[in-house]
């Protein structure tokens, strides 16, 4: 796929950040408006339709600056408020973290650190643990089978590019623009730039299973330009809507003297 519209997205983007243009919000014309309404009623009908339930193995590999990394992993994930997810080492075969979430409790365990931090899903700052500004409910939807949306969001423009056959959503709130680019009114990347840092926040969406009327992507590219990192998460062969059974956090068998921290 092509990324000059993308990247131009982008650019009209910063400049609008950087207050070269006016600050009154521009006009919706009745086709962007009629669509516009259409892909985000697209959205909604996929979300809607998200798996009840995954069960998956997975590999993330990327960098962040210069240092390069690989994990594996497995996923468990129940749409009724629980999910654990388990990452190791690729090369020495080693936990590195169990993530758990049960109903608004988060829990995450750092076996070589022998600490456990608990959050709050209404509280938790995903930068604290992931290094780079982005909204938990945003990683938690791509990572579920669905499309993210900023909150409280209004649309700013709906535009076709020619080069791509393909629209670009753009929604924008208070905090950031986010911008969706549909391909046959299928979401295929967004980008996110939050208005006071100007960071910017893209993800790609590849390898889509259909389920009714929902879509999970196999394939999530994610890159922070904030830290300068990149991300590739592989789901293999996964199991979507099939009975699971999460695995509850059990505080008796954690290693002895292991910290824990309430961070909200």
């Known amino acids: 796929m092509k990324n000059s519209n993308f990247l131009y997205i982008i650019t009209i983007s910063v400049i609008i950040l950087a207050g070269c243009q006016t600050a009154n919000q521009p006009v919706i014309n009745e086709t962007e408006n009629v669509k516009a309404k259409e892909l985000i009623s697209n959205i909604k009908s ?11 193995s997975f590999t993330a590999d990327g960098n962040t600056g210069e240092k390069k990394f690989r994990f594996e992993g497995k996923a468990v994930f129940d749409k009724n ?15 590195v973290i169990e993530a758990y979430r049960e109903s608004n409790e988060l829990y995450f365990f750092y076996p070589s650190e022998k600490k456990l931090f608990v959050d709050d899903i209404n509280k938790i700052d995903l930068s604290a643990y992931a290094g780079f500004k982005s909204d938990y409910k945003i990683i938690y939807a791509l990572l579920t089978g669905n499309i993210p949306m900023i909150n409280n969001y209004k649309v700013y423009k709906c535009l076709y590019s020619e080069d791509e056959k393909g629209y670009y959503l753009i929604l924008e709130n208070n905090e950031c623009y986010e911008n969706i680019f549909f391909k046959e009114d299928v979401p295929e990347k967004i980008l996110i730039i939050y208005k006071g840092n100007k960071s910017k926040f893209e ?34 062969k996964p199991t979507l809507n099939k009975a699971v059974s999460v695995e509850r956090l059990n505080r008796n068998k954690l290693p002895k003297k292991t910290e824990i921290i309430r961070v909200n």
Not at 46 to 56: G, L, R
Not at 208 to 233: D, H, Q, R
């Open 46 to 56: 996929i979300n809607s339709s998200s798996p009840e339930t995954i069960s998956s």
């Open 203 to 236: 993800i790609y969406l590849k390898s889509p299973v259909k389920i009714e009327k929902g879509i999970f992507f196999k394939n999530l590219k994610i890159i922070a330009t904030e830290i300068n990192s990149n991300i590739n998460i592989n789901f293999i």
């Open 81 to 95: 408020g629980y999910y654990k997810i388990t990452v190791i080492d690729y090369v020495f075969q080693s936990p």
